[in-house]
């Protein structure tokens, strides 16, 4: 425009204009009040694409719920264990694809005590296959670098030896799941992939002291299926415990109490942090197993909440002695 | 009245409606990206990081910082990877809030492995705690009983198990964990410490002053704890030194806690004997006059709370009310001397 077009800008036109921007300006502040989401953002998962466990639990017999071994060996300590439970051939049936989880959270030397035992994985494997299996997965997904925590602890090489497939985490083999009756688990990746195909689940660990949840056992081992940033659980450690009890429903639990580590936890890093307990329990109950398991950390049922959360979600028994363990010590 | 030409105002009308438009298209595809915004999708790399531009680590070569901290005979077995409070948690899991609650910046942590035999590694971790209070307090609160103290450091914040060594070097907590407990690694680890101390340059080594409070006579040495907060539960007695005597063949816990000036110390000490009371203590005779109602038997144990000067201090849980007034009346006096040797300056 030219400088007399400029002039001939005249009041009413800049009136209808300015008007103009000013309803514009206003509409924009009115959509935006009523786009504001004070609440944030929410996962965009659809209900049709959540994903939930399968129950890989066994029927119950009474009295053969829980044992509980005495010795150094784990090997023979578990074959004990499970062979006072009905022996394995309870659990695995021929021709069963079994999914072995144990805790492998750490780069760290077998020796300090933080993973699950290679001795005792390798030993689970070999007897899964005893009971028929035709295939044995053994899987974690860790806190650490997973290739780092399955090779450094041992539990890699100790798993291939005995015949396993080793399942590492990837992006594709995490589904959203949302647990009923859940408060912090809802529309959360977990790690399914392994366990999508598997006819029976079983969790092993080591006793543990942990500095935020008071001890970490079999029912703290399902963390590791959690994806995502499931660090913001720790806030609510005694329910998300609790919750994984609810949601994971195994075959049967393998607790490593043979060195348990008392303080330090859960990753210790000297071996003066663990103490020879020489005890190793299997139950198909984790709430119960990990009441036992509390004491040989010295501590209380009543010391870990999540125990009671867990029992009055109906996901286990605190009151392991109702169970009628079966005690037994090999040499 | 309209002076703007047809054709000019049905260009700018036009130019309008295109802007307007793409602006629109911006406005739908952030809402619609937002809507599918899902913050557990977004979990920090676990691996590793680049380190700063500014290395944390001054050393003679430049090199990645960690590498030449490696012991002779020790290759890289990993990088060096950096950890933010954000993602401390994907290297310690459940520890990081005792680091993150006591001041934690980053850690710096490599593997090294020995050159000769693959069985023999070690990982460093370099925590920096931003002061040298704060790495002593994540020093003293994790440290093993029964290590051995190591007396090659100075100030001798330092020991070792089996198989690890821990140290505090300025504001720097420091483990090097091994493998095994092999003699080999044990001297690697050692040289490795002794490296640090001399290549990682910090601003100064400045001594903890509370640590000198505590009297000398029957101090178990390496004994002294520090909790930053929420000591014995008690949310009042914050920046809390213990130390463990041994007295008469027993065992005692002493503490103490420098309060800003002599009025809060006596409040604090006042608050803390309230919340011992509300937590079933029942109040007892001491058998030396001055430390009567400052006495307390705790469900079978004697807890003792007083103050001197700007200091909040006690017996915490003894079993022997005797030898736990002993220790009581030893720390006492060194606090008077220190309030006196103070005042008089």
Redesign the interface.
Known sequence: MSDKEYSNFGRRQFLARAGKAGIAIAGCGIASYLLYDPTGPRPGVKVEDLVTLADFSVPHKTGQTMSIVQGSDRAKTVDKAIESLGGIERFVKPGDTVAIKPNVAFATPAMLGATAHPQLVAEMVRLCYKGGATKVIVTDNPINDPTSCFTLSGVGKAASQAGAEVVLPKTHLFKYTTLTDGRLIRNWPIFYGPFYKADKLIGISPIKHHHRAGASMSMKNWYGLLGGRRNVFHQDINTIIAELAMMVKPTLVILDGTEVMMTNGPTGGSVSDLKRANTLIASTDCVAADSYGCGLLNLNISDLPYLAKAEKAKAGTNNYKSLNPIFATVS | ?????GR?RHLEYAVSICLLAVIFLIGIGV?IK???????????S??PIELPSQPLVLTREKKPVLVSLKPRGFDSL?ETEVYESENL??????????YIDSGFVKLFTQ?FISESDEDL?M?LLVYDMATTKNAFSVYSV?R????DILSLFHPSNAYR????LYFIHGKYYI?L?G???SGELSKAIIAAAQNIQASLVVDKIVAIPELSLFPQENLVPGSAKLYLANAFGFEGLFDTFTAQYKIDGETIMAFLSKRAGITEAKTIAGDYRKFLIENGAIPKKAIDQSLEGKTFDFYGTTEIVFSVGPFVAGIHEAENQQTAEKAARLLANKFRMFTEAVSDE
């Open positions: 009245m309209d002076s703007v030409p000019a809402f937002q809507s599918d915004y899902d913050m557990s999708r977004f979990g920090i676990a691996t990993s948690y994907e290297k310690i899991n459940g520890k990081a809030p005792l593997r590694w990982e994790q093993r009983a029964d290590a198990t089996s198989n690890a483990e964990i493998s095994s407990e």
